[in-house]
């Protein structure tokens, strides 16, 4: 019956709409409205009246990033089975302190979520989530597992002629042929220097840089960073994480000035950060309903390319779009010999940067320093120089706390002037002022005793400032 309306309603059509309805220029009142009535009808195939119409469940389309900053070629390096890595270069990369990038566990760019994450942030605060994320050294640290040392990544400025840097740059290009390296040249010339040496970790870390972590837009290797490099036993002194964070910030405000014009300038808007590093950020640090992937040191050599695709395709089906999980803190690494991780617990999901320690390093005794340098291994010490050693460690110590009492006092001015209201810093002072108190008991129990009979409503406050004139006059005397 649904066949017979849909083929008379067709027939109807083309019968009035035919040059014989129509008789000098005029149409009949019941044709007229006949056609009305039939144009006006929803003209639809017949369908069965017990079939089941089905639910689609087609992701959403999303645009997605470009970006040359890929783990593809670190990865194939790492991991290529014909080829790999040799035993200097493994223990090179380690001295460098860029081991985290051993256990890289995908070679692809997620290009939906890059694309969202890339949009979202803000390059000003340097955070996600409207400022709910934000993105610190410490992240960077525990993502990546790259140094995060106490020296800042010097870059030679555009145009240098200094002669350390014209000598770095002119050694290093007598390696290839032309002023400018495509990266994939470099990484051709790694897999040739199985020696490990100081040519290998310079084209390591300028690989690295110009096409994974860096800030480049092209495939040309960028060489500004070898005034960095001139002594490469310091490499793993550099604050590489503060270097990414800023190159991040950089790229991303640059991407978004093109990306979002009304006036695009080029037709295909490249990425040139280090778009890895928020990708696993948000993994880790953004949780979707339930943490489905452990974490551990560092976070990417928990994160496959399936473990990615499948959290994407969750948030995308739930959702349609991303930034709807609860954020969580940062794993807190205790850089030991043998790394143990916690895992930073709370019952909110809120962001707290003293989650984030800076590592700690392994400094060696005195008495470690004393075996190596001093000691005579056939002769054995008396019990006068085992006490020398004793005293001098213990006068290093005292100067270093005292060094240690005189900056804290000006930071906690500072925060206290600044974050009064703050109870993170109130527990802080109070807890150093009640240790303060303790180093100084027992030279304030005798003022104590002799204001005995004064007022008890007086309150005792110990001034850090005193401690550590206290301490200084007692190392000086000693």
Not at 106 to 120: H, R
Not at 129 to 157: K, S, Y
Request: proline share 5%; glycine share 6%.
């Amino acid at each position: 019956m649904q066949l017979f309306n849909y083929c008379f309603d067709c027939f109807l059509r083309c019968f009035i709409n035919s040059s014989l309805i129509l008789r000098n220029g005029v149409l009949s009142p019941w044709l007229y409205n006949m056609k009305e009535l039939v144009c006006n009808r929803e003209c639809t195939p017949a369908e069965p009246a017990n079939k089941k119409r089905k639910i689609s469940h087609k992701m959403p389309k999303m645009p997605s990033l470009r970006s040359r900053m890929s783990p593809s070629g670190i990865y194939q390096f790492i991991n290529n089975p014909t080829n790999k890595p040799s035993d200097n270069q493994i223990l090179a990369i380690k001295q460098m302190g860029f081991e985290g990038l051993l256990h890289l566990q995908t070679d692809t760019i997620p290009g939906n979520l890059a694309y969202w994450l890339v949009s979202t942030f803000d390059p000003y605060k340097g955070c996600l989530l409207d400022g709910n994320l934000p993105i610190l050294e410490e992240d960077i640290h525990a993502c990546m597992g790259i140094p995060m040392g106490p020296h800042v990544v010097d870059e030679a400025p555009i145009g240098d002629k200094s002669p350390q840097f014209l000598s770095l740059l002119e050694d290093f290009k007598s390696q290839y042929e032309g002023d400018l390296i495509d990266v994939k040249v470099i990484l051709r010339k790694l897999s040739t220097q199985i020696d490990g040496g100081d040519s290998f970790k310079r084209n390591f870390i300028v690989y690295i840089f110009s096409s994974f972590l860096g800030g480049v837009k092209g495939n040309k290797a960028s060489l500004r960073i070898l005034k960095s490099l001139s002594d490469t036993s310091l490499i793993s002194e550099y604050n590489w994480c503060n270097f990414i964070k800023k190159k991040l910030a950089e790229q991303v405000l640059s991407w978004q000035k093109e990306e979002f014009s009304e006036e695009k300038t080029v037709k295909e808007n490249w990425f040139g950060g280090p778009i890895m590093v928020l990708v696993f950020i948000y993994l880790d640090r953004c949780v979707f309903m339930v943490r489905t992937v452990s974490r551990q040191y560092p976070t990417l050599s928990t994160w496959t390319k399936k473990a990615i695709s499948k959290r994407i395709q969750d948030e995308l089906k739930s959702k349609s779009s991303f930034g709807h999980g609860s954020v969580e803190g940062g794993i807190v690494i205790n850089h030991n010999p043998l790394p143990k991780i916690e895992l930073v617990q709370s019952s909110k999901p809120t962001i707290v940067s003293e989650q984030h320690p800076m590592p700690k390093k392994v400094i060696p005794s005195v008495l470690e320093e004393e075996d190596k340098d001093d000691r005579d291994r056939n002769n054995v010490p008396t019990s006068s120089q085992v006490n020398n050693v004793f005293v001098d460690k213990l006068v290093s110590k005292a100067n270093n706390l005292a060094k240690a009492f005189v900056e804290y006092k000006s930071v906690a001015s500072e925060a206290l002037n600044k974050l009064p209201s703050s109870e993170v810093v109130c527990k802080m002072v109070a807890v150093v002022d009640s240790i303060a108190y303790g180093f100084n008991l027992s030279q304030q129990s005798k003022s104590d005793e002799e204001n005995e009979g004064k007022d008890n409503e007086e309150d005792h406050v110990v001034h850090t400032d005193k401690v550590v004139e206290n301490v200084l006059r007692d190392v000086q005397e000693n």
